[in-house]
């Protein structure tokens, strides 16, 4: 599986755990979970090698931006009482955030990092990406 296959499954899991969470609050930390993973594997792996391409560097850059924002937004909830009527709101918002950080990925910056490597190269990216995704999940 090459790396744009890799993340754009997961971001599917991502989405489904969202729709989890929305209707079963304790599935909350299983979420939180996936997008730190997701984040760090995403950026240390693809987005590293694409902010190396000038053109696609503002683009992958903005991505690990919109990490950070997203990150944020989960450390405000894991904190927040999940009985508090806002909560849900509160993770409404970040799903709606996160939905479209999604698809500006696998719209714009995926579709064009697609015309960068090699295919060998993405399939050792998508290899590492779900190792370690693999083996964070495990710990965490």
């Given at each position: ?52 391409e000038k053109k696609l560097r503002d683009e992958a850059l903005e991505s690990i931006e919109e990490h950070r ?72």
């Amino acid at each position: 599986m090459n790396i744009f296959e890799a993340i754009e499954a997961h971001h599917d899991q991502l989405r489904n755990l969202f729709e989890k969470a929305l209707s079963d609050p304790s599935a909350f930390d299983e979420l939180n979970k996936h997008l730190r993973v997701h984040h760090e594997n995403e950026e240390q792996i693809l987005l590293a090698a694409l902010a190396g391409e000038k053109k696609l560097r503002d683009e992958a850059l903005e991505s690990i931006e919109e990490h950070r924002v997203i990150e944020m937004m989960l450390i405000n909830l894991k904190d927040f009482p999940k009985d508090n009527e806002r909560w849900r709101i509160k993770l409404e918002i970040l799903q709606e955030f996160t939905e479209h950080h999604l698809e500006e990925e696998e719209e714009d910056l995926f579709k064009n990092g697609r015309k960068v490597f090699p295919a060998d190269q993405l399939e050792t990216m998508g290899n590492s990406f779900e190792a370690r995704k693999k083996q964070q999940l495990e710990v965490l």
